[in-house]
């Protein structure tokens, strides 16, 4: 059996995202050079939203994504993201972060993702201005050992041409796969071993690291049995 390759398509500010944030984790500290990140561009652009328009329905999902993974919701971030932000969920700016965080190292992306779920979801930061981005990018950084400029980095990050082009080819991809394996929505997990690709189901990546490790033996036994 050849190692597994791991493909995992989401959006930083995607709450369900959020409560794979534990799966993903593990997943990177054990599987780090084979997981590919593979953002989909769900809220920016186009997919941007004001918050004051969709705000009872991410409560009433953030609440019932505490509620089945444990993962913490502040109530600052209620009150102050969620009711009475008067900004848009736009993910267009963590997006470009963490592809070109990427660029540096590609662990940063991983780690990234789930700063920024920190960021929002406990500490109640506006993760959709780039200024905040572009902050948690460097303190991600910093703790890698690497030194950014916050302000080069946001100016990086909301002006340069080829990283933006960098980021549509990605999502791009992300969305052909999506549809190529008739995914529909976020976080979903796609492991690929032996050439065939095996579509994780989102209870396993919503168990933590224990429930999708048993998923990936499960899938992985019949292939290493049939090689001998």
């Given amino acids: 059996m050849t190692s597994p390759r791991f493909r995992y398509m989401f959006d930083p500010l995607c709450g369900w995202c959020y409560a794979s944030a534990m799966a993903l984790e593990a997943l990177a500290e054990r599987h780090g050079d084979q997981l590919e990140m ?25 609440r019932q994504i505490g509620r089945i993974t444990g993962q913490v919701h502040s109530e600052a971030y209620f009150q102050n993201i969620v009711r009475n932000s008067p900004g848009k969920l736009d993910s267009g700016p963590t997006t ?10 590609r662990a940063l992306e991983p780690r990234y993702l789930h700063a920024v779920q920190i960021a929002r979801y406990v500490d109640a930061r506006d993760t959709s201005l780039p200024a905040e981005a572009a902050a948690i990018a460097v303190d991600v950084a ?16 909301t002006t340069d041409e080829r990283l933006a082009a960098m980021v549509e080819t990605r999502m791009e991809a992300s969305l052909d796969l999506m549809d190529n394996m008739s995914v529909v929505g976020v976080p979903s997990l796609i492991m690929t071993v032996d050439g065939q690709d095996r ?28 090689a001998t």
Avoid: C, W
């Fill in 38 to 62: 593979m953002p989909t561009g769900l809220f920016a652009g186009a997919g941007a939203r004001p918050m004051s328009v969709i705000a009872e329905h991410a409560e009433r999902n953030d």
């Fill in 96 to 105: 470009y972060a963490l592809v070109a965080l990427g660029q540096i190292k």
């Fill in 142 to 157: 910093a703790e890698a050992g690497i030194t950014l400029d916050a302000a080069g980095f946001e100016r990086l990050i």
């Fill in 199 to 226: 579509l994780l189901q989102n209870e396993v990546i919503y168990g933590g690291g224990p429930a999708l490790f048993a998923a990936i033996d499960k899938v992985a036994t019949p292939q290493a049995a049939t």
